[in-house]
T-cell receptor, first 115, second 116 residues
Framework: DTGVSQDPRHKITKRGQNVTFRCDPI?????LYWYRQTLGQGPEFLTY????????KSRLLSDRFSAERPKGSFSTLEIQRTEQGDSAMYLC?????????????FGPGTRLLVL | AQKVTQAQTEISVVEKEDVTLDCVYE???????LFWYKQPPSGELVFLIR??????QNEISGRYSWNFQKSTSSFNFTITASQVVDSAVYFC?????????????FGTGTRLTIIP
């Protein structure tokens, strides 16, 4: 049983460039979450999918951010026109909805540095 | 709005000592879930425990134990006979069941350092 995987693990980009991150959830999990974690803080919720439907977006998710989960499996998070304030760890988690012990399992994260 | 407070920013103890990490939460819901996650230097969040709001029994798992008290809105985590491998940042988190999903609200974490 493989865990949640994320790619790339590290990304350095220049301000103004676009970046895209990928998350592959645990295979049978139907929910997928994106969080952002800045230095010294806990993760903050960005958005979540149930199957292919994006059901909630945080106010933290500006219009430069877009997330997709086209076939209800993997998900991508794109940041357009990156800013230095976007530098953070982007974490993906997945869970199986409908169970009495639903728990989110996290991937290793993608660390983004915007220069 | 829900909120999680971890007042201890950093704790250092000598190996084999016991240590307790505090977590205080706020929620308007009567049904909610509490979690603890461990984040080692590698960065990946590792699930430790989930507790339902209607189950106030304390739990023990090896050297780890959790004390859930609804009266004080606290969900504290104790490590007995600490080991160097316990060094990590520990996060307490809360989710509200009525929202239809289990979006987590995290505290700011407690960095635990075990000194050999």
């Amino acid at each position: 049983d493989t865990g949640v995987s994320q790619d790339p693990r590290h990304k350095i980009t220049k301000r103004g460039q676009n970046v895209t991150f990928r998350c592959d959830p645990i295979s049978e999990h139907n929910r997928l979450y994106w969080y952002r974690q800045t230095l010294g803080q806990g993760p903050e919720f960005l958005t979540y999918f149930q199957n292919e439907a994006q059901l909630e977006k945080s106010r933290l998710l500006s219009d430069r951010f877009s997330a997709e989960r086209p076939k209800g499996s993997f998900s991508t998070l794109e940041i357009q026109r990156t800013e230095q304030g976007d530098s953070a760890m982007y974490l993906c988690a997945s869970s199986l909805a409908g169970t009495s012990q639903e728990t989110q399992y996290f991937g290793p994260g993608t660390r983004l540095l915007v220069l | 709005a829900q909120k999680v407070t971890q007042a201890q920013t950093e704790i250092s103890v000598v190996e084999k000592e016991d240590v307790t990490l505090d977590c205080v939460y706020e929620t308007r819901d009567t049904t909610y879930y509490l979690f603890w996650y461990k984040q080692p230097p590698s960065g990946e969040l590792v699930f430790l425990i989930r507790r339902n709001s209607f189950d106030e029994q304390n739990e023990i798992s090896g050297r780890y134990s959790w004390n859930f008290q609804k009266s004080t809105s606290s969900f504290n985590f104790t490590i007995t006979a600490s080991q160097v491998v316990d060094s990590a940042v520990y996060f307490c988190a809360l989710s509200e069941a009525r929202r239809g999903n289990e979006k987590l609200t995290f505290g700011t974490g407690t960095r635990l350092t075990i000194i050999p």
